[in-house]
């Protein structure tokens, strides 16, 4: 025979050495009573939000100190920037 096909024989026995410790492995699990952990590509669940409850209502004195805040910032932006 040649090397090539001794090579292969050996591989092939190895394979089957190896075939029959999984099985007697997978038998082993199967009495004691665990799986092997399965492979899943399952996307965490997401936290859980908070209960939504009545949006807040603004004022109108809220809404007109909002908006001469923001009219002093964008202005102070704009003298800024040139």
Excluded: C, D, F, N
């Excluded at 997978?26 to 590509?41: E, N």
């Excluded at 908070?50 to 603004?58: I, L, T």
């Amino acid at each position: 025979m040649s090397e090539i096909t001794r090579a292969i024989q050996a591989r092939q026995t190895q394979i089957t050495q190896l075939q029959s410790e999984i099985e007697i492995l997978k038998r082993a699990a199967g009495l004691v009573g665990t799986k092997a952990p399965a492979k899943s590509k399952a996307k965490p669940q997401p936290k859980p939000k908070a209960q939504k409850g009545k949006r807040h209502q603004w004022s109108a004195a809220e809404k007109a100190a909002i908006g001469k805040r923001m009219r002093a910032y964008w202005a102070k932006r704009r003298k800024a920037k040139g």
